[in-house]
């Protein structure tokens, strides 16, 4: 098991940043993939960025440019710095942890931009 939890959002103002921190605990070996998802009010869940164990990013088109993904060595943490926010980024943020046979979810950090 992996347990995730999430902290650093927050309300901020248009164009300004934020960093969210991923904490990952228990087995972090099995995790080969960690991301970062988003989910506004009446919207679907969707992908924002993702980091794999060998150090590979990906990002939605959306917040490329303007986001960064990155981690330890280990995905012991799993930051998501958040540069030039915009009213549209508003959302929960959830990180995601993959594993061979598993998928872990963090409880949610809520990031509100305001305009």
């Known amino acids: 098991q992996v347990q995730l939890v999430e902290s650093g959002g927050g309300l901020v103002q248009a164009g300004g940043s934020l960093r969210l921190s991923c904490a990952a605990s228990?087995?972090?070996?099995?995790?080969?993939?960690v991301g970062w998802f988003r989910q506004a009010p009446g919207k679907q869940r969707e992908l924002v960025a993702f980091?794999?164990?060998?150090?590979?990013?990906n990002y939605a088109d959306s917040v490329k440019g303007r986001f960064t993904i990155s981690g330890d060595n280990g995905m012991n943490m799993v930051y998501l710095q958040m540069f030039s926010l915009k009213p549209e980024d508003t959302a929960v943020y959830y990180c995601?942890?993959?594993?061979?046979?598993?998928?872990?979810w963090g409880q949610g950090t809520q990031v509100t931009v305001s305009s």
């Open positions: 995601n942890g993959r594993g061979t046979l598993d998928d872990y």
């Open positions: 980091i794999t164990s060998g150090g590979s990013t």
């Open positions: 228990g087995r972090i070996s099995d995790l080969n993939v």
